[in-house]
């Protein structure tokens, strides 16, 4: 869970963030708009789908905001950060519990959440399953099932500017 900066020249620690989750996301570095001085931020996610935009000279949390609130939710894929916007692909790992028969499976779906880079507002978020799950039987145990569900977003997605168009893959 802790994010460190490291001088290039010596690989001394300059400064080091604690995030409230273990982070597995690969870190996007970009300007920082806004009023003041030039500054630049590192975006990143966590395991309980926090997104973090972390000051580079400082090390001081500018924001962070929770993008999904499914307990499975994940940020793994690197947040892509164009035009002012931060696209965050958020995936899950629901696969795991949804093993057990005891666990009421499958109720994740898998988003992209445009977020301001500045300010981390949501401007939007779009599942990439239209349809809400809802209960449609139990298992052998007496466990609600849910569908539909899944098609995680784990990397990063890809955006072209000229033509409005932002790419993402799917898992599971």
């Given at each position: 869970s802790?994010l460190?900066?490291?001088?290039?020249?010596s690989?001394?620690?300059r400064?080091?963030?604690?995030?409230?989750?273990?982070?597995?996301s690969?870190?996007?570095?970009?300007?920082?708009?806004?009023?003041?001085?030039?500054?630049?931020?590192a975006?990143?996610?966590?395991?309980?789908?926090?997104v973090?935009?972390?000051?580079?000279?400082?090390?001081?949390?500018?924001?962070?905001?929770?993008?999904d609130?499914?307990?499975a939710a994940?940020?793994?894929?690197?947040?892509?950060l164009?035009?002012?916007r931060?696209?965050?692909p958020?995936?899950s790992l629901?696969?795991?519990?949804?093993?057990?028969?005891?666990?009421?499976?499958?109720?994740?779906?898998?988003s992209?959440?445009?977020?301001d880079?500045?300010?981390g507002r949501?401007?939007w978020?779009?599942?990439?399953?239209?349809?809400?799950?809802?209960?449609?039987?139990?298992?052998?145990?007496g466990?609600?099932?849910?569908?539909?569900g899944?098609a995680?977003?784990?990397a990063?997605?890809?955006?072209?500017l000229?033509r409005r168009?932002?790419?993402?893959?799917?898992?599971?």
């Amino acid at each position: 869970s802790r994010l460190f900066a490291l001088d290039a020249a010596s690989g001394c620690v300059r400064w080091q963030f604690t995030a409230g989750a273990g982070v597995r996301s690969a870190i996007s570095v970009g300007r920082l708009d806004g009023t003041g001085p030039t500054r630049y931020a590192a975006y990143f996610g966590d395991f309980r789908a926090v997104v973090y935009a972390v000051d580079l000279a400082t090390g001081q949390q500018v924001w962070s905001v929770k993008v999904d609130d499914h307990t499975a939710a994940r940020i793994t894929g690197a947040p892509t950060l164009a035009g002012g916007r931060l696209y965050v692909p958020v995936s899950s790992l629901e696969e795991v519990p949804g093993a057990r028969p005891d666990y009421p499976c499958c109720s994740f779906r898998g988003s992209v959440v445009a977020l301001d880079a500045t300010t981390g507002r949501q401007i939007w978020k779009t599942y990439t399953i239209a349809e809400a799950p809802s209960i449609v039987g139990k298992n052998a145990a007496g466990t609600p099932l849910w569908k539909p569900g899944g098609a995680a977003v784990w990397a990063a997605p890809t955006v072209d500017l000229a033509r409005r168009v932002l790419y993402v893959a799917t898992g599971n």
